[in-house]
T-cell receptor
């Protein structure tokens, strides 16, 4: 029972490079989320997808794009990475009905931008 | 700007004691409240949810909600060293489209 799977777990980029973080869930959840976590800043929502085919901006969307590929998969793309995007990124999913607020998180992706 | 405030700690308690973690929120219209636990280097995991005023107990954990005071707390009874982690308070605010607003977390250390 994998839950929420994120890849890669670690990545080092140079400023200006691009990359995509992949996320997949096997719990048949409608809602999926991308958060970043920085020391002293807590978890901040980047983008979310309430259902397949929809995406919306969260608190800190600048510099990111997302794709809800199907119900299982939600990817986060950095088109031109900046040092300010050095962070730990978490994907999460939830049941949009009774499970609103009850998030299941992936293991995280640790990104360093040099 | 809707905010969720927590004391960053660290909060240090001896093994077997009661740990009390507190959280305040700014949005009076908030409806749902959650506590997540995050071990160092790991992802957050949900441990408690509470939706109405009063206490909710689950094993050694008790969540308390006071909407009039905009205050949520988590009590951990008989604290164990394995409870040492950062505890994140999260709130679904009015008009937030169901999205959580997280506090910055309180780091708890339980000393043997």
């Amino acid at each position: 029972n994998a839950g929420v799977t994120q890849t890669p777990k670690f990545q080092v980029l140079k400023t200006g490079q691009s990359m995509t973080l992949q996320c997949a869930q096997d719990m048949n959840h409608n809602s999926m989320y991308w958060y970043r976590q920085d020391p002293g800043m807590g978890l901040r929502l980047i983008y979310y997808s309430a259902s397949e085919g929809t995406t919306d901006k969260g608190e800190v969307p600048n510099g990111y794009n997302v794709s809800r590929l199907n119900k299982r998969e939600f990817s986060l793309r950095l088109e031109s990475a900046a040092p300010s995007q050095t962070s730990v990124y978490f994907c999460a999913s939830s049941d949009s009905g009774t499970g609103v607020g009850e998030l299941f998180f992936g293991e995280g992706s640790r990104l360093t931008v040099l | 700007q809707k905010e969720v405030e927590q004391n960053s700690g660290p909060l240090s308690v001896p093994e077997g004691a009661i740990a009390s973690l507190n959280c305040t929120y700014s949005d009076r219209g908030s409806q749902s409240f959650f506590w997540y636990r995050q071990y160092s280097g790991k992802s957050p995991e949900l441990i408690m949810s509470i939706y109405s005023n009063g206490d909710k107990e689950d094993g050694r954990f008790t969540a308390q909600l006071n909407k009039a005071s905009q205050y949520v707390s988590l009590l951990i009874r008989d604290s164990q060293p394995s409870d040492s982690a950062t505890y994140l308070c999260a709130v679904i605010g009015w008009g937030s489209q169901g999205n959580l607003i997280f506090g910055k977390g309180t780091k708890l250390s339980v000393k043997p």
